[in-house]
């Protein structure tokens, strides 16, 4: 008995004398993430149910993060918090099994996620028609219940390697007894999953930048135009559009326009309509002016006579797209340090504070998303101040 009771002892132990007192520096980052993180992702999904501004197709990716994140911060945060305070796990192996694959299983639907709204972005800037039949109301539940079928099935199989494991002090799966499966899994989540978030960036960066250039290339050659035309009667703005006989609009790919999605054709054939009606119209004719060949047709990206509108859309739709950037990034950031050291420190030579201390700053990823939607989304932030008020009231 008594030499079984210490043998389970030095199994669920992560004492060491250089831990002793970082501990405490890690309970405080930890209640701090319990707190912050169950606050601001529970915000987070009140505010997609109670604002309807805020209940978009894109917006349910984010939530399903949210949902993620706020099961680690509620449930699996407390539990490692109390591990790391007495340095020993005090819940018996069945639960350490149970927080083991729960914890992967909310970083694995994490990343399928940021994979996710990395794709959707790409679609609704570059191909809009596919990202309405990709993620229409029934094709998105169907997504998002694939997205946990698929994280549960894949870390669903380690349920017998799940261990406590002492550099850490939290429970995960055995280094050598899963292999070559853990090896498999961690290398197509952290490198084929993030490498394809970063691939869809970049071809979005890509795509921005050739309309921009084919933007300005367009009114360039309206500028020319003018210069070149005879004085007309009628007034002109100051994009260079004469105000009096063309009567353009934006075609514009906006996420604004998620809720009719065949608002941008129908908007656009009515105004090629009024427009060559106008033309007809008017006795001389202007000038027609040829937009140079692009790879992004000049019109699809905006209008000169709403100019003004279509640069604040395509500012909103830059700010939501650097939103999802700078999230997927502070995930690299968070996992990063982590994966490094397991893959360099093969055998677990390295000090057990420098393991602890890139576990605990994976522990930021749960937390810090909320905190980049009030930052840098105008819509969540408003909501998130309306909600605290009736809160506060």
Same mark, same amino acid.
């Given at each position: 008995m008594n030499h079984t009771n210490q043998t389970e002892e030095d199994l669920f132990s992560c004492y060491s004398p250089s831990v002793v007192g970082y501990r405490y520096f890690a309970v405080l980052w930890g209640c701090?993430? +319990?707190?912050?993180?169950? @606050?601001? !992702?529970?915000?987070?999904? *009140?505010?997609?149910? *109670? /604002? =309807?501004?805020?209940r978009t197709r894109f917006n349910a990716l984010i939530i399903n993060l949210a949902v993620a994140d706020l099961l680690y911060c509620t449930i699996l945060q407390p539990i490692l918090v109390d591990s790391y305070l007495h340095l020993r796990w005090r819940s018996g192996q069945l639960w350490c099994s149970i927080v083991g694959l729960l914890l992967f299983?909310?970083?694995?639907?994490?990343?399928?996620?940021?994979? *996710?709204?990395?794709?959707? $972005?790409? *679609?609704?800037?570059?191909?809009?028609?596919?990202? /309405?039949?990709?993620?229409?109301?029934?094709? @998105?539940?169907?997504?998002?219940?694939?997205?946990w079928a698929l994280g549960l099935a894949s870390v669903g199989p380690l349920w017998h390697v799940y261990v406590f494991v002492p550099q850490v002090c939290t429970c995960s799966f055995h280094r050598t007894r899963g292999r =070559?499966?853990? +090896?498999?899994?961690?290398?197509?989540? #952290?490198?084929v999953g993030l490498g394809c978030v970063g691939v869809f960036y970049l071809l979005i960066y890509r795509h921005v930048m050739i309309a921009s250039q084919a933007?300005?290339?367009?009114?360039?050659? $309206? $500028?020319?135009?003018?210069?070149?035309?005879? =004085?007309?009667?009628? %007034?002109? /703005? /100051?994009? %260079?559009?004469?105000?009096?006989?063309? !009567?353009?609009?934006?075609?514009?790919?906006?996420?604004? @326009?998620?809720k009719n999605p065949n608002q941008e054709e129908i908007t656009c054939n009515k105004c090629s309509q009024s427009t060559q009606a106008s033309t007809t119209a008017s006795n001389p004719p202007i000038d027609t002016v040829s937009i140079p060949a692009s790879p992004t047709p000049a019109p699809q990206i905006a209008a000169p006579s709403n100019s003004t509108a279509s640069s604040g859309d395509d500012k909103d739709m830059k700010r939501v797209t650097s939103m999802c950037l700078?999230?997927?990034?502070? #995930?690299?950031?968070? #996992?990063? =340090?982590f994966l490094l050291i397991n893959i360099a420190d093969k055998h677990n030579r390295a000090p057990q504070l420098l393991y602890m201390f890139c576990t605990n700053l994976t522990w930021l990823n749960s937390c810090i998303n909320p905190i980049l939607y009030a930052v840098m989304n105008r819509q969540f932030r408003q909501a998130y101040y309306i909600l605290l008020t009736r809160a506060v009231a």
């Open positions: 701090a993430v +319990t707190i912050i993180g169950t @606050l601001g !992702n529970l915000m987070t999904i *009140l505010i997609f149910t *109670l /604002d =309807p501004r805020l299983l909310s970083n694995s639907v994490s990343i399928i996620t940021l994979c *996710l709204v990395a794709l959707s $972005r790409y *679609l609704l800037v570059a191909k809009r028609a596919m990202f /309405d039949r990709i993620f229409s109301n029934h094709g @998105l539940i169907l997504l998002l219940m694939s997205v =070559p499966y853990t +090896t498999i899994l961690l290398f197509v989540y #952290f490198f933007l300005v290339r367009y009114r360039f050659s $309206r $500028r020319s135009s003018r210069r070149n035309a005879a =004085p007309s009667s009628q %007034g002109t /703005d /100051d994009s %260079g559009v004469e105000t009096g006989i063309v !009567n353009t609009c934006s075609c514009e790919l906006s996420s604004k @326009l998620e700078i999230v997927f990034l502070c #995930f690299v950031f968070c #996992f990063v =340090p």
